[in-house]
């Protein structure tokens, strides 16, 4: 079973700061990872998806990163605003199956 | 946004009580998904589907049945409501095509059981 863990559950930074979220994964057999953002009371809306065989996408301020070797995903957030406060999700697709494992998320606060 | 609303958003209901939630989309995509979502959890897979009448079992699937007999809509019923069914709902979708193979969320369902 793919289990999937992010650090820190909460952050909390200035307004301005660049900030990484870490995610990590212990079966390295992974098909694609997606980052997400959940607003509080809402459903989660897609960030960035990584294949397999890429290393980094980019999206505006945001770049994630993937490393299949060491289980390991970042998500980097450039010139963090207030806008950006939400929890923040990583999922993994295991191998060719229609299964998605979820990170428990890390709550992001920025503050103004 | 790729369409998809989920029905009730919000039910009180009390133990021991039937209860199906709706997820309907307007894509005509092939696979949807059910998860709950709870603290300490992150969301969880309850069933999904792959077709009309194709559906699986995910990791926490004792407690609840799917079902789907058109395109769009996937129901997931719980046919003794239970408290620690208490929990927000999501349906998602899997939107594939050239290189991207994502999820797309809907709303989510919050559901109280007394």
């Known amino acids: 079973k793919q289990e999937v863990t992010q650090i820190p559950a909460a952050l909390s930074v200035p307004e301005g700061e660049n900030l990484v979220l870490n995610c990590s994964f212990t079966?390295?057999?992974?098909?694609?990872l997606q980052w997400f953002r959940q607003d509080p009371g809402k459903g989660l809306t897609s960030l960035l998806l990584?294949?397999?065989?890429?290393r980094e996408q980019t999206s505006g301020r945001l770049n994630a990163s993937l490393d299949k070797s060491s289980g390991r995903s970042t998500l980097y957030i450039a010139a963090s605003q207030p806008g950006d406060s939400a929890t923040y999700l990583c999922?993994?697709?295991?191998?060719?199956?229609?299964?998605?494992?979820f990170g428990t998320g890390t709550s992001l606060t920025v503050i103004p | 946004d790729a369409g998809i609303t989920q029905s009730p958003r919000h039910k009180v209901t009390e133990t021991g009580t039937p209860v199906t939630l709706r997820c309907h989309q307007t894509?005509?995509?092939?696979?949807m998904y059910w998860y709950r979502q709870d603290p300490g959890h992150g969301l969880r897979l309850i069933h999904y589907?792959?077709?009309?009448?194709?559906?699986d079992k995910g990791e926490v699937s004792d407690g609840y049945s799917v079902s789907r007999s058109k395109t769009e809509d996937f129901l997931l019923t719980l046919e003794s409501a239970t408290s620690s069914q208490t929990s927000v709902y999501f349906c998602?979708?899997?939107?594939?095509?050239?290189?991207?193979?994502?999820?797309?969320f809907g709303p989510g369902t919050r559901l109280t059981v007394l």
């Open positions: 999922a993994v697709r295991r191998g060719m199956g229609n299964q998605f494992y």
């Open positions: 079966d390295s057999a992974i098909y694609n």
């Open positions: 998602a979708i899997r939107r594939q095509g050239g290189s991207t193979d994502t999820q797309y």
């Open positions: 589907s792959y077709g009309v009448k194709d559906t």
């Open positions: 894509e005509n995509h092939r696979y």
């Open positions: 990584i294949q397999s065989s890429q």
